[in-house]
Every structure is written in structure tokens, then in C-alpha cells.
């Protein structure tokens, strides 16, 4: 059974910083590509970064220069370092995971595993 578990939220004031991890289980996901999505009350799910196997990143307009994504593939894990928070970042993290797949798109639909997520919540 494949896992994703996401950890790391928790409450911050604006401009401070939070770093998640997810880990995988159950499968290897060392040649796909990784993302974070996030979900605020009443809005859609909405991509944040992802990263491919050999390391190339791409980020959502909203953070970039501001969010790092990384991942240890030896560890099956990846990260999402996040700076200079602002309060609409508030929203639950989704890590997710491609079965097997490098694309690049930001949509959800291309993601064939999903964490069950992690609140981040920015006080102003």
C-alpha cells in the first residue's frame, strides 16, 4: 500500500518560516516527479511546487523566491522549505506523488498519489 505522510504545519506568524517533509512508503518514487499542492477554506486545490527525479524544480508564481522544494531520494522523502510566510498561505499542504511519470504539468490530475495533508496556518 502506498503512503505519502506529510508533517511539519503548524501556526506561524507572518514572515516566519516552516519546512515540511513527506515521506513515501510502499513504492519508490526516485525517477517521478514530486509536488506540493495547498487547499484554502473555499478555494481549489492549487499547485505549489514540484520537483523531478533529477532535481529540476518548478514553483507557482505566488512562491516563488519564497519556497524551495527539494527531495532525498534515498529517503523517498521530499521537502517544501517556506519563507517569508504570508497569511495567504493559510491552507492544508497536499504532498503527491506520479506513479512512474516525469510530467511537468501543474495540474492535480497527472498526481496518482496524494498525502492527507498538513494545515499551515499564518497569523498576520
Known amino acids: 500500500q502506498v503512503q505519502l505522510v506529510e508533517s511539519g504545519g503548524g501556526l506561524v506568524q507572518a514572515g516566519g518560516s516552516l519546512r515540511l517533509s513527506c515521506a513515501a512508503s510502499g513504492r519508490t518514487f526516485s525517477r517521478s516527479t514530486m509536488g506540493w499542492f495547498r487547499q484554502a477554506p473555499g478555494k481549489e486545490r492549487e499547485f505549489v511546487a514540484a520537483i523531478s527525479w533529477n532535481y529540476n524544480s518548478n514553483y507557482a508564481d505566488s512562491v516563488k523566491g519564497r519556497f524551495t522544494i527539494s527531495r532525498d531520494n534515498a529517503k523517498n522523502t521530499v521537502f517544501l522549505q517556506m519563507n517569508s510566510l504570508r497569511p495567504d498561505d493559510t491552507a492544508v499542504y497536499y504532498c503527491?506523488?506520479?506513479?512512474?511519470?516525469?510530467?511537468?504539468?501543474?495540474?492535480?490530475?497527472?498526481?496518482?498519489?496524494w498525502g492527507q495533508g498538513t494545515q499551515v496556518t499564518v497569523s498576520s
Open positions: 503527491a506523488g506520479q506513479a512512474g511519470r516525469s510530467s511537468w504539468s501543474t495540474s492535480i490530475y497527472v498526481y496518482d498519489y
